[in-house]
């Protein structure tokens, strides 16, 4: 009898449903915008570069998805919407499959004599399946920036290793600077780990200017618009059921059926086993 109640359990373990288990969001590979906002660029002088990336990551516990928006522009310094040296202002929005983790820009650019560099990264991250514990962004910001000029940036002395935004760092170290503005700010969730590097080794020329900003905020639901955002009025008709809480569509639940099943092939082999006992004795 012992060995029937074992072989029953085991059975009943083998019903139990794999859906129960989530794996985490899949990475994605970094943002790798084109144009004005790749590095390396805009080194010529009298050259400005304008960068804006806004990035919703819609993270859920099997993956999730993501939204970037991408504005930029390369042209003149006073007036970087122009598209004097060769790129229009664009402005591209795409879908990608998983979340987006890293966003890289701006490095190593508009390091040309008066050229101008103007970069931004948003990034709003939605845990779609619950709230995720967040905490104040850390930054790595404006060291060796500056000629030893940095009032614009916030926060300031900001010298986290590995921080989740670094950026303006060996920057504007050109001479007479016309302004260096970094600013960082936001919440990050460890459940995914986002990072931000921008306008590092750049606007390095003589009379340089650098205005860059990056916020990550880390929400708790579904982005406005997402097909993950529960209806907010209930169907006209709601469904009824002759059967109790029985599917309304006529069919049986697989799991419940596979369930008595084994129950009651555990219950007839208990049965047969004490009869045959009996019988024997």
């Known amino acids: 009898m012992r060995t029937f109640l074992i072989r029953g359990l085991a059975v009943l373990a083998l019903l139990v449903p794999v859906s129960v288990m989530t794996a985490a969001p899949v990475a994605a590979a970094p943002l790798a915008a084109t144009g004005a906002c790749a590095t390396g660029v805009g080194n010529a002088g009298g050259q400005g570069i304008i960068c804006e990336v806004t990035i919703v990551n819609s993270i859920t516990s099997t993956g999730g998805s993501a939204t970037i928006t991408v504005h930029e522009c390369l042209g003149s310094a006073g007036a970087p919407t122009d598209g004097a040296n060769g790129h229009t202002c664009t402005t591209t929005t795409t879908a990608a499959a998983a979340p987006v983790t890293a966003v890289t820009q701006c490095d190593g650019s508009a390091n040309g004599g008066g050229a101008t560099l103007r970069c931004t990264a ?135 059926l596979l369930i008595v099943s084994a129950l009651g092939g555990l219950v007839a082999a208990v049965f047969v086993t004490q009869r045959r006992a009996s019988a024997s004795r």
């Open 122 to 256: 948003t990034i709003d991250n939605y845990f779609v399946d619950g709230a995720p514990g967040s905490t104040a962004v850390t930054v790595n910001q404006c060291v060796g920036s500056g000629d030893g000029l940095t009032t614009g940036c916030t926060p300031f002395p900001a010298t986290t290793t590995d921080a989740a935004i670094t950026q303006c760092n060996g920057s504007a170290n050109g001479g007479t600077l016309v302004q260096l503005t970094c600013s960082a700010a936001g919440t990050m969730a460890s459940a995914l780990v986002v990072t931000v590097n921008q306008c590092n080794g750049s606007a390095l020329g003589g009379g340089g200017l650098a205005i860059c900003s990056a916020t990550m905020n880390a929400r708790v639901g579904a982005p406005a618009g997402s097909p993950t955002t529960p209806p907010t009025t209930p169907p006209t008709t709601p469904p009824t059921s002759t059967a109790g809480d029985a599917p309304t569509d006529g069919s049986t639940p697989l799991l419940p």
